[in-house]
């Protein structure tokens, strides 16, 4: 993980740079508070954002918008939380 003052003044170089967006007071999809990272592709035309956590800069949720922001040109990926396992699945390749 990276620690706070390193990622605040990762977000700091980020808002400065010329076609990238850092806005520090949204939602993700899932409704968790969140840093939104966005930038426009300019090849493709799609609008690219990242959802992180403000606490610990994880990853919450991916986006890509594309032209005309419909529900048909919308991609997201939310990311919830991995919990742990105390085993293995078994191995498919064993008899």
Same mark, same amino acid.
């Given at each position: 993980m990276v620690g706070p003052t390193l990622r605040s003044a990762l977000y700091k !170089? #980020? $808002?400065?740079? /010329?076609?990238? &967006? !850092? *806005?520090? @007071? !949204? &939602?993700? $999809?899932?409704? +968790? +508070? $969140?840093?939104? #990272? @966005?930038r426009p592709d300019q090849a493709t035309g799609w609008l690219i954002a990242t959802f992180e956590d403000p606490g610990n800069g994880s990853v919450l949720e991916s986006l890509w918008t594309g032209p005309g922001n419909t529900a048909a040109s919308r991609i997201t990926g939310v990311?919830? /939380?991995?919990?742990? @396992? *105390?085993?293995? /699945?078994g191995d498919p390749y064993t008899k």
């Open positions: !170089v #980020l $808002a400065t740079t /010329p076609g990238v &967006r !850092v *806005n520090s @007071s !949204v &939602r993700d $999809a899932s409704g +968790r +508070r $969140a840093i939104e #990272l @966005s990311y919830q /939380p991995v919990t742990s @396992s *105390n085993s293995f /699945p």
